[in-house]
């Protein structure tokens, strides 16, 4: 069974920084491709961030330049660093992944808080 295990949510204040953590049970060599999704309440869950086994990366236009996704397949952990916080980045960020011959893989959660 494949376990992904998010950290490093919290409250910052706007402007700041915060980096969250993605940790798998399993390596992550073989997973295809790895997003970070975010929700908030009453607004679609989209897809914020994407890497791929290569490394290659893609971004949602409302978080380029500020969100830095990327992936250390030694420590089974994948990042997501994000500056220059804003309120409307105030959600629950949840890691995902892609494993062929397997299926999709879904964390639990972490809540990111933007406010004064």
């Known amino acids: 069974q494949v376990q992904l295990v998010e950290s490093g949510g919290g409250l910052v204040q706007p402007g700041g920084s915060l980096r969250l953590l993605c940790a798998a049970s399993?390596?992550?060599?073989?997973?295809?491709?790895m997003n970070w999704y975010r929700h908030a309440p009453g607004k679609q869950r989209t897809v914020v961030a994407t890497?791929?086994?290569?490394?290659?990366?893609n971004y949602a236009d409302s978080v380029k330049g500020r969100f830095s996704i990327s992936r250390d397949n030694a420590r089974n952990t994948v990042y997501l660093q994000m500056t220059s916080l804003k309120p409307e980045d105030t959600a629950v960020y949840y890691c995902?992944?892609?494993?062929?011959?397997?299926?999709?893989?879904w964390g639990q959660g972490t809540q990111v808080t933007v406010s004064e």
């Open positions: 995902r992944a892609f494993l062929p011959n397997a299926g999709v893989y």
């Open positions: 399993v390596s992550i060599s073989s997973m295809l491709i």
């Open positions: 890497i791929s086994s290569g490394g290659s990366t």
